[in-house]
């Protein structure tokens, strides 16, 4: 049973990352994504269908309520969201049923040219050992020491989350004393602890497991696969790529001293969703807009590029200033380099995730000065003329 509980939750960082990314990526022609950028696309896409429908859901139960909690909203969730993830599989087997068939091949392709370049050149072997070693160690610690890393911000998503499976309810419950409903509107506008609610029901496992034992080791991984992507952006000569990786994982080693530090948050609390952000959403994003910007205007990258955005946007919403500081920090840069303007569609995809957060933080918490007022409000709504209570209350 607990091998089964596993696989589930495994799919959702192996099998349907590569899934969505692919369908998201498959008409590029030109200038393809790499196998990297195309998993983590897909990853940020999973995210971001999440968000979608979580959004959608949570506004659904605010507005159905009145004056009982309104509950069921995270079940719906959760079966709306598989639902959706099943089917766009299927449409994946078929629409690239070439490609998996032809998956097996690449791997050994790529591992003879590895083992090739280890035979021409014995120093790059002795890096890539090297590296291996060094993140073993780190994946070590993060399984052995985030089990004992507690901090404030573990009620924002352990208890959260378990609030949300322990009531049925999406961003719903004061954190406190159990209090139904009650949110902040920086928290109900968030997916990335209903995510993770929603990881420990299809697994089974519980949530602090989830935070604390699984989700440091898979994410850890995650990070330093956009760490080698970037290695790859900067460096020609694949020696150099893993002597990067060596000086970067030694930095994050020894940089570990400050609960605010970045490295901590790799290292000490990747489960957190302002970590997520900042060591692995935010690097990716901003070498991928780099690759983007350099070639000529692609339709089929605006896509990839939402879905990052939206994925990234439904982590915390800190992503709403460092991923406008990181998208338009990146367009500038690339428009003084080519000395004129570059193209304005791209940086109105990547910054899609920011004007969604910021469209429905303004509607929540419209919505929520409603439900507290009893004077004014800005939406027509009671219990007399809503829809599910004539059809369903």
Same mark, same amino acid.
């Given at each position: 049973?607990?091998?089964?509980?596993?696989?589930?939750?495994?799919?959702?960082?192996?099998?349907?990352?590569?899934?969505?990314?692919?369908?998201?990526?498959?008409?590029?022609?030109?200038?393809?994504?790499?196998?990297?950028?195309?998993?983590?696309?897909?990853?940020?896409?999973?995210?971001?269908?999440?968000?979608?429908?979580?959004?959608?859901?949570?506004?659904?139960?605010?507005?159905?309520?009145?004056?009982?909690?309104?509950?069921?909203?995270?079940?719906?969730?959760?079966? &709306?969201?598989?639902?959706?993830?099943?089917?766009?599989?299927?449409?994946?087997?078929?629409?690239?049923?070439?490609?998996?068939?032809?998956?097996?091949?690449?791997?050994?392709?790529?591992?003879?040219?590895?083992?090739?370049?280890?035979?021409?050149?014995?120093?790059?072997?002795?890096?890539?050992?090297?590296?291996?070693?060094?993140?073993?160690?780190?994946?070590?610690?993060?399984?052995?020491?985030?089990?004992?890393?507690?901090?404030?911000?573990?009620?924002?998503?352990?208890?959260?989350?378990?609030?949300?499976?322990?009531?049925?309810?999406?961003?719903?419950?004061?954190?406190?004393?159990?209090?139904?409903?009650?949110?902040?509107?920086?928290?109900?506008?968030?997916?990335?602890?209903?995510?993770? &609610?929603?990881?420990?029901?299809?697994?089974?496992?519980?949530?602090?497991?989830?935070?604390?034992?699984?989700?440091?080791?898979?994410?850890?991984?995650?990070?330093?696969?956009?760490?080698?992507?970037?290695?790859?952006?900067?460096?020609?000569?694949?020696?150099?790529?893993?002597?990067?990786?060596?000086?970067?994982?030694?930095?994050?080693?020894?940089?570990?001293?400050?609960?605010?530090?970045?490295?901590?948050?790799?290292?000490?609390?990747?489960?957190?969703?302002?970590?997520?952000?900042?060591?692995?959403?935010?690097?990716?994003?901003?070498?991928?807009?780099?690759?983007?910007?350099?070639?000529?205007?692609?339709?089929?990258?605006?896509?990839?590029?939402?879905?990052?955005?939206?994925? &990234?946007?439904?982590?915390?919403?800190?992503?709403? %200033?460092?991923?406008?500081?990181?998208?338009?920090?990146?367009?500038?840069?690339?428009?003084?380099?080519?000395?004129?303007?570059?193209?304005? !569609?791209?940086?109105?995809?990547?910054?899609?995730?920011?004007?969604? %957060?910021?469209?429905?933080?303004?509607?929540?918490?419209?919505?929520?000065?409603?439900?507290?007022?009893?004077?004014?409000?800005?939406?027509?709504?009671?219990?007399?003329?809503?829809?599910?209570? !004539?059809?369903?209350?």
């Amino acid at each position: 049973m607990i091998i089964i509980r596993a696989i589930a939750f495994l799919l959702h960082f192996t099998i349907i990352p590569v899934a969505l990314g692919r369908l998201i990526t498959y008409k590029q022609t030109d200038n393809k994504d790499s196998a990297i950028a195309t998993y983590i696309i897909g990853l940020f896409g999973s995210f971001a269908i999440f968000y979608v429908l979580c959004s959608l859901l949570e506004w659904h139960q605010y507005w159905n309520t009145f004056t009982e909690p309104f509950t069921g909203c995270f079940t719906a969730l959760c079966i &709306a969201y598989s639902v959706v993830i099943a089917i766009l599989l299927i449409v994946w087997m078929v629409k690239d049923k070439t490609a998996i068939k032809a998956s097996i091949g690449n791997i050994k392709k790529w591992l003879s040219e590895k083992l090739n370049q280890i035979k021409a050149n014995k120093f790059l072997g002795i890096y890539m050992i090297a590296f291996a070693a060094i993140l073993i160690v780190q994946l070590y610690f993060a399984f052995a020491y985030e089990i004992n890393e507690w901090s404030y911000d573990d009620y924002d998503y352990v208890v959260n989350s378990q609030d949300t499976i322990t009531t049925d309810t999406i961003a719903y419950v004061n954190y406190v004393n159990g209090e139904m409903p009650y949110t902040a509107e920086k928290r109900a506008v968030t997916a990335w602890p209903t995510y993770i &609610a929603y990881l420990a029901r299809v697994s089974g496992f519980e949530v602090t497991t989830v935070c604390h034992t699984i989700l440091p080791v898979i994410l850890l991984i995650v990070a330093y696969m956009v760490y080698y992507y970037i290695s790859r952006f900067i460096f020609v000569d694949i020696e150099k790529q893993f002597i990067f990786l060596i000086f970067l994982s030694m930095t994050n080693i020894f940089g570990l001293y400050s609960h605010h530090a970045s490295t901590f948050r790799l290292l000490g609390a990747i489960w957190q969703g302002k970590a997520v952000l900042t060591t692995i959403a935010i690097p990716f994003f901003t070498i991928y807009l780099f690759e983007t910007y350099k070639n000529k205007f692609n339709r089929h990258k605006v896509m990839g590029i939402i879905m990052v955005s939206l994925g &990234a946007a439904s982590l915390t919403t800190m992503s709403a %200033l460092l991923l406008s500081i990181a998208s338009v920090s990146v367009w500038i840069a690339m428009s003084l380099y080519n000395r004129k303007i570059v193209d304005l !569609r791209y940086l109105i995809a990547s910054l899609f995730g920011v004007i969604y %957060l910021m469209i429905f933080y303004l509607l929540m918490s419209i919505l929520i000065d409603d439900m507290q007022s009893d004077n004014k409000t800005f939406f027509k709504r009671g219990k007399d003329i809503n829809w599910w209570y !004539r059809w369903f209350g």
